[in-house]
T-cell receptor, first 113, second 110 residues
Framework: DAGVTQSPTHLIKTRGQQVTLRCSPI?????VSWYQQVLGQGPQFIFQ???????GRGNFPDRFSARQFPNYSSELNVNALLLGDSALYLC????????????FGPGTRLTVT | KNEVEQSPQNLTAQEGEFITINCSYS?????LHWLQQHPGGGIVSLFM???GKKKHGRLIATINIQEKHSSLHITASHPRDSAVYIC????????????FGTGTRLTIIP
């Protein structure tokens, strides 16, 4: 049984560009959360989606957006990239109504130059 | 004041030593997560606990909900235990949004 998958694993972009990161949750999990982890810090909550609806948003600018598809996979979009957006972006898959244990993907490391 | 605080930030120990990492939180929670992150970045969930104690191999996690404090213990530590250990608490928003501590970097010397 596949775990949480994320793509791409690494990405290099320049300032001002746009990026799309993808996440596929564990089969049967309908909730996905996105986190940003800047080097040397703990992850910070960006978004949570459940059944294709946004259920929560962290303290991030409108340049950050996300969506969830009917198959429960999710995309995180970041527009007008800044140097400070360089981070590891983590996706977590959750069985809502179950244990609420969060299963993390390997992350996408984004470098903005 | 961070909602989730860990101590120590860094810990170096000799192989075989008993390790304790502490976590205090101010958010109201129903459960607390302990996570392990290796240098490659991937995060593995070690425990989710809402009361008492859980044990998995050489790892033991305890929680005191009234005191809002949790500890992660590693017995007979090994160099492969070297990693960053992070505690995370669900926010009042719900179980799906986690607030993370800044992590404890553990290094076990052979």
């Amino acid at each position: 049984d596949a775990g949480v998958t994320q793509s791409p694993t690494h990405l290099i972009k320049t300032r001002g560009q746009q990026v799309t990161l993808r996440c596929s949750p564990i089969s049967g999990h309908k909730s996905v959360s996105w986190y940003q982890q800047v080097l040397g810090q703990g992850p910070q909550f960006i978004f949570q989606y459940y059944e294709k609806e946004e259920r929560g948003r962290g303290n991030f600018p409108d340049r950050f957006s996300a969506r969830q598809f009917p198959n429960y996979s999710s995309e995180l979009n970041v527009n007008a990239l800044l140097l400070g957006d360089s981070a590891l972006y983590l996706c977590a898959s959750i069985m809502v109504g179950g244990s609420y244990e969060q299963y993390f993907g390997p992350g996408t490391r984004l470098t903005v130059t | 004041k961070n909602e989730v605080e860990q101590s120590p930030q860094n810990l170096t120990a000799q192989e075989g030593e008993f390790i304790t990492i502490n976590c205090s939180y101010s958010v109201g929670i129903s459960a607390l997560h302990w996570l392990q992150q290796h240098p490659g970045g991937g995060i593995v969930s070690l425990f989710m606990l809402s009361s008492g104690k859980k044990k998995h191999g050489r790892l033991i996690a305890t929680i005191n909900i009234q005191e809002k404090h949790s500890s992660l213990h590693i017995t007979a530590s090994h160099p492969r235990d070297s990693a960053v250990y992070i505690c995370a608490a669900p926010s009042n928003f719900g179980n799906e949004k986690l607030t993370f501590g800044t992590g404890t970097r553990l290094t076990i010397i052979p």
